[in-house]
């Protein structure tokens, strides 16, 4: 044993080095009691709708198909979140709207006393309605006639003012009070000196000071008759529907008025950002029961021609019809339609072939006793149509059938028309008939 070493050999113990063991890891059938995490693809998590927040469904947090946790989606950098946000904010917006539609009472209608007028009046009044009725400055309200009668069967329903297109004083008479517009008032074909100074000026400035007055006064709904030649106008097009638009230089005085006066109503819409909701109908030709001791529409006054045989020719074109009661009821259903707000709709029952109306309105027994109608050659309408500009149009259409979409209206009111051939006979019934040939 070596000097200077205190230690005894006795008392050394050998340091064994620490060791961990190692803890064996679980083969991958075995089962924990632990949950296992599985890794799962990246993939966007199921999105279920709770109330009016939208929520997903995260997998990884359920226990058990019985007990799941919803979590609110707030990643705002989603564009299945955006979608689905975007698509709930207009279903609550359109619910909105609903609901204040639904609280529409008074509606004020120009053009109360013609043959729409008449017919739209009757039917809102019949749907609860209060209607401010917009008369001309040549109607009067002592006189018989159907506006008369309907305001004394619903004095407290109708009030009758006094309206003209280009009066703003009385576009705001009109308008007090009301919380919806059904403009219909138009300038009529039989109007003396026609031109466009009487013509299209007082269709626009009319609509104008009622925009206007709806913007001033805070009335939202708007719904705006217009005419089937603001679709079929223009050119030839064997399929027409509610996106195509006419030529203003193939469209008579009449025709090009309605055409800029509905696309007024839209620009002001779109520019104004005003609020107002305008829904607009493009009707084909009305016809129906003819009102007595009213002034005749154009439309009347073509079948009462038609029926007595007064026109030298008739011309061998198909024309758009539609029951003037059905053109009512879809101005009434439109004010309390949210679906129809800022649409376009045409409104037509169908296209018929001019001699088809002629059979129509004569019976069998009544053809027998009258001459066939003429109709004029084409070579012959070629000839007039040099000298004549409506005949070059019509020209156009001769001898060509063609189709008027309108689905969009049948699908967004889910409207059912009335029959037109049951609307010609009673058209013709207040002509002085006998009844004999009339039932015959």
């Not at 709708?49 to 058990?64: F, H, I, M, P, W």
């Not at 950098?77 to 204040?100: G, P």
């Not at 009668?149 to 703003?168: E, S």
Request: hydrophobic fraction near 35%; charged fraction near 25%; include cysteine.
């Amino acid at each position: 044993m070596k000097k200077g070493n205190n230690v005894s050999p006795m008392r050394a113990k050998k340091v064994t080095p620490l060791r961990i063991k190692r803890i064996p890891e679980a083969p991958a059938n075995m089962e924990s009691e632990e949950e296992v995490v599985v890794d799962k693809p990246n993939t966007p998590a199921p999105i279920v709708k709770l109330g009016s927040v939208y929520q997903y469904e995260d997998a990884d947090t359920c226990r058990n198909d019985a007990e799941t946790l919803q979590k609110e989606i707030y990643a705002s950098n989603s564009e299945n979140y955006k979608k689905m946000r975007e698509e709930h904010e207009a279903i609550l917006e359109h619910a909105n709207l609903q609901e204040t539609l639904n609280s529409i009472q008074t509606v004020a209608v120009t053009g109360a006393s013609g043959y729409l007028g008449y017919y739209l009046v009757s039917t809102l009044v019949e749907r609860g309605f209060n209607v401010r009725a917009g008369v001309g400055p040549k109607f009067k309200t002592r006189e018989p006639s159907p506006l008369n009668d309907l305001w004394a069967q619903y004095p407290y329903q109708i009030k009758i003012i006094r309206f003209t297109l280009n009066n703003p004083k009385e576009a705001e008479d009109l308008l007090t009070d009301a919380e919806a517009v059904v403009h219909c008032a138009s300038i009529s074909r039989a109007t003396p000196n026609i031109n466009s100074i009487n013509i299209l000026y007082p269709e626009i400035e009319g609509l104008m000071n009622l925009l206007t007055t709806c913007t001033k006064r805070k009335i939202s709904r708007f719904v705006l008759v217009s005419c089937i030649s603001n679709v079929t106008g223009g050119r030839y097009r064997k399929n027409y529907n509610e996106s195509h638009w006419a030529n203003p230089d193939d469209c008579d005085l009449f025709e090009r008025a309605k055409l800029l006066t509905e696309k007024v109503a839209w620009n002001y819409v779109e520019e104004q950002k005003s609020g107002i909701k305008l829904t607009v109908l493009c009707p084909g030709i009305l016809v129906g029961p003819a009102c007595k001791n009213s002034p005749d529409s154009v439309n009347v006054v073509f079948v009462r021609k038609l029926f007595e045989k007064k026109l030298n020719y008739f011309m061998n074109v198909k024309i758009p019809l539609l029951d003037v009661r059905d053109l009512a009821d879809a101005c009434a259903m439109s004010i309390k339609n949210a679906s129809s707000v800022n649409q376009r709709y045409i409104v037509n029952e169908g296209t018929y072939w001019i001699r088809d109306v002629h059979v129509i309105i004569h019976n069998e027994k009544y053809k027998k006793q009258n001459k066939p109608p003429t109709y004029m050659n084409r070579t012959l309408l070629k000839f007039l149509a040099f000298f004549d500009r409506d005949l070059k149009k019509i020209l156009e259409y001769y001898d060509k059938s063609y189709n008027i979409n309108d689905e969009k209206f049948k699908r967004d009111f889910g409207f059912k028309y009335r029959r037109v051939d049951e609307a010609l006979k009673t058209m013709v019934e207040v002509f002085g008939v006998p009844e004999s040939n009339l039932n015959s």
